[in-house]
């Protein structure tokens, strides 16, 4: 356990910005906890709950080949909410970094197109679990990169609706109103094979991430050593943030630094020395830990057009 001599060493804003401003290769993993501040359920813990369902169950192949309407109706959720949310401060001041720092990679868990939203440098970014706006056949190699079609069918339509009474649930998250069936003939169909269901474009639990995006972060890393990894929205403890953390570092150059709402004695005890660990809200921290670098960031949103 960090004593706390060494736990205000760890949170030094003064000594996490020497150590910035003499970093050119940084690397981001970005988890939940990034887009929380734009108001997006993290679905994890106790909370995790989609219609007393856990969100993890729903999100396997077995799952969908199971119930392809309830899969379906829970990513139309997620895909309505995820543009109905904006980009926070701390999207905005990820994009900035890239833009200032070439050598910049940012890894993203995130699935809801915030990073792209943000006018994130395209090359300087890897959506490690896809993109709920990207679309694919479940069987041939059909692929749409990106739809924003809100509801996607008229049988998802209640996925897209407003909430009429603040005061009560929303009627698609009631657990105790019956939902409608929906028949696999009301689905979205592959355009090409014209006879498989097209499903959202995410990994699911189970599936193996783009091979190709794996290669291309190993060459990454395996370029240059790596002055610094932020590990912004989740734990340093939990993979692929973990793998990729202690993948990038060289010893007695690399910080890894933690922002996140909560860091665990696991996580404070488990930093060497130069790294650095920030509890809070990465919307509010990051833009003030990267502020040397990038300045004041007034973020502009990307247009939104399907």
């Known amino acids: 356990m960090a004593s706390s001599a060494s736990r205000a060493a760890l949170s030094s804003i003064p000594l996490f910005h020497e150590k ?17 501040a734009s108001g997006l359920p993290t679905f994890r813990g106790a909370g995790g709950l989609w219609r007393n369902h856990n969100a993890v169950d729903l ?17 139309a959720y997620r895909r309505h909410m995820a543009l109905t ?18 050598g910049f990679k940012c890894l993203s868990q995130n699935v809801d197109n915030l990073h792209v939203r943000a006018n994130h440098p395209s090359d300087q970014l890897s959506l490690l679990h896809g993109s709920l706006f990207t679309l694919k056949c479940t069987t ?8 924003i079609a809100d509801p996607l069918c008229p049988a998802l339509a209640p996925a897209a609706e407003s909430n009429p009474d603040p005061t009560k649930p929303l009627p698609l998250l009631d657990p105790a109103q019956p939902l409608a069936e929906i028949r696999e003939s009301e ?4 355009p090409d094979c014209k006879t498989e269901l097209q499903r959202p474009g995410v990994v699911w639990f189970g ?14 890393i395996e370029k240059e050593p790596v002055d610094m990894v932020l590990v912004v929205g989740t734990s340093s403890a939990v993979y692929p943030a973990a793998g990729y953390a202690e993948r990038a570092r060289t010893k007695g ?27 809070g809200d990465a919307s509010l921290l990051l833009p003030e830990l990267l502020r040397p670098v990038i300045g004041e960031v007034k973020g502009e949103e990307e247009e939104l057009e399907g």
Request: hydrophobic residues 40%; charged residues 30%.
């Open 207 to 220: 599936e193996m991430l783009d091979e190709d995006m794996l290669d291309d972060i190993e060459e990454w």
């Open 253 to 279: 150059r690399t910080s890894v630094v933690t922002v996140n709402l909560e860091i665990t004695e696991e996580d404070w005890g488990r930093m060497r020395k130069g790294d650095f660990g920030f509890e």
């Open 85 to 102: 949310a904006k980009p926070n401060p701390a999207h905005y001041s990820l994009a900035e970094l890239a833009r200032k720092r070439p």
């Open 140 to 147: 041939c190699s059909w692929k749409d990169p990106y739809n």
């Open 20 to 36: 910035l401003l003499k970093s050119n290769r940084i690397l981001a993993v970005c988890g939940a906890g990034l887009s929380a």
């Open 59 to 75: 999100a396997t192949p077995e799952a969908f080949d199971a119930d392809p309407g309830l899969v379906w109706l829970f990513y």
């Open 187 to 190: 689905l979205p169909h592959c």
